[in-house]
């Protein structure tokens, strides 16, 4: 990868292109415990059919800095925003789990700086969890091994073939100073401010889930919320046998969809 960085308030976050540079512009975000790799396959598949496709680092992940003081999907969200208008033009927001939110911030916050919202397999409010499972979610954002273990239960049908070498590598960006602290920040932090957003997204947005991600009990029904109250035109497109992760279980179905939203947008 190209890596280039940005200065944003309290440190620095790494991002790269590719595509024609006159093209639609893209940019994607990656979910938390990830690195912009997880597009590793989507990218060039967007940037193939004519777009310009702009993957970041979130602060505190893969070759951002990791010594903020806030990790919330806010921040995440003011860092896009910095980066768009470094990028110097408007562009459809992809927003995958944890930066969902962020997506909704931005398309709320700056509504100049996006043309379309894709929302996938996000979370826009926060989760119902019970005692015992939040707090398995805070060991296991304390350590890179439980991460590995619980980021392969999130593959349950398909793994792309580059899948033990890439979990290693997550693993090994887990250990680098300051980016587990930023993985517990994400992990307890609030989606409150994002719930409260999503009906004043007037952005046309494309919401998609994978029918198999475990990590939502029924994902559906939560793609149908989000579709219903998002405040623009929305529709659902459900990726069979996808888990939390289409773009790389089943990018081809992925890239299909999300290619057809561009064209409309």
């Known amino acids: 990868m190209n890596t280039r960085y940005l200065d944003v308030n309290g440190g620095r976050i790494a991002y790269d292109e590719q595509g024609p540079a006159d093209g639609q512009l893209v940019l994607c975000l990656h979910g938390l415990g990830e690195t912009r790799r997880t597009y590793r396959f989507l990218a060039p598949l967007l940037a193939a059919a004519g777009y310009r496709v702009v993957t970041t680092d979130m602060r505190g992940c893969g070759e951002s800095s990791a010594q903020f003081t806030d990790y919330s999907p806010e ?9 768009l208008r470094h990028l110097g033009r408007p562009a459809v927001l992809i927003g995958h789990s944890y930066t969902g939110a962020s997506a909704v911030w931005v398309a709320t916050e700056t509504p100049e700086l996006i043309r379309g919202v894709v929302l996938l397999d996000s979370f826009v409010r926060d989760a119902k969890m019970n005692p015992v499972v939040a707090q398995l979610a805070k060991l296991i954002s304390r350590s890179a091994a439980l991460w590995g273990m619980y980021y392969k239960t999130l593959y349950p049908v398909r793994k792309p073939a580059d899948f033990d070498a890439y979990v290693a590598e997550l693993k090994a960006s887990l250990r680098r100073p300051g980016h587990l602290a930023a993985l517990t920040a994400m ?3 609030s989606r409150a401010d994002s719930a409260a957003r999503v009906s ?6 494309l919401v998609v889930m994978g029918t198999k991600d475990s990590d939502f009990p029924d994902p559906a029904a939560e ?12 529709r659902i497109e459900m990726i069979d046998g996808a888990g939390h992760y289409p773009m790389a279980d089943s990018v081809d179905a992925t890239a299909d969809v999300i290619t057809a939203f561009l064209k409309e947008v």
């Open 187 to 189: 992990m307890g932090g």
């Open 200 to 205: 004043k997204v007037i952005a046309p947005a």
């Open 223 to 234: 793609a149908r919320w989000i579709a219903d109250t998002l405040g623009g035109p929305a």
């Open 75 to 83: 921040t995440v969200g003011a860092d896009a925003v910095a980066l």
